[in-house]
């Protein structure tokens, strides 16, 4: 009997897009969390006077990050998962620095970036564990 061709991974799946609107409410409460007990604020967002976080972060660009990586994570090995993992995680925090340096948020001085990194880190590491938990109930 020939084999079937591999099934390949949609870049846009339901499993994802459930990931996705997960990352976006664990994102926005975080956002929440953390503004209200003033670690850090976006001085730049859509309907101030309504949010004190910046909305089109966590609800457009979160979960569009989130897919992406779920779909590079999907065509990546055990250990090319974890680096990704790892890699995603350093990289937050540069590129949070180059946000504050471009005026999106300010955060206080009792921030560390390395709170970024470990905070990235656990999100990822959950965010994946429920995408492949979720692939394997298919």
């Not at 990931?19 to 859509?46: I, N, W």
Request: aromatic content about 18%; charged content about 15%; some cysteine.
């Amino acid at each position: 009997m020939p084999r079937l061709p591999k099934k390949r991974s949609a870049f846009w799946n339901k499993d994802s897009f459930a990931c996705a609107v997960l990352a976006s409410l664990v994102g926005t409460y975080l956002d929440l969390y953390f503004v209200g007990k003033g670690l850090y604020h976006f001085p730049h967002r859509l309907l101030p006077e309504i949010f004190p976080i910046h909305i089109v972060f966590t609800l457009i660009v979160l979960p569009l990050f989130t897919i992406v990586f779920l779909y590079c994570l999907s065509q990546a090995n055990r250990w090319g998962k974890a680096c990704m993992i790892l890699f995603v995680s350093l990289l937050m925090p540069m590129l949070e620095t180059v946000a504050e340096r471009l005026g999106m948020f300010i955060h206080s001085d009792q921030w560390m970036h390395l709170y970024s990194f470990f905070g990235y880190f656990l999100f990822f590491t959950a965010i994946s564990g429920v995408y492949l938990g979720l692939r394997k109930q298919e």
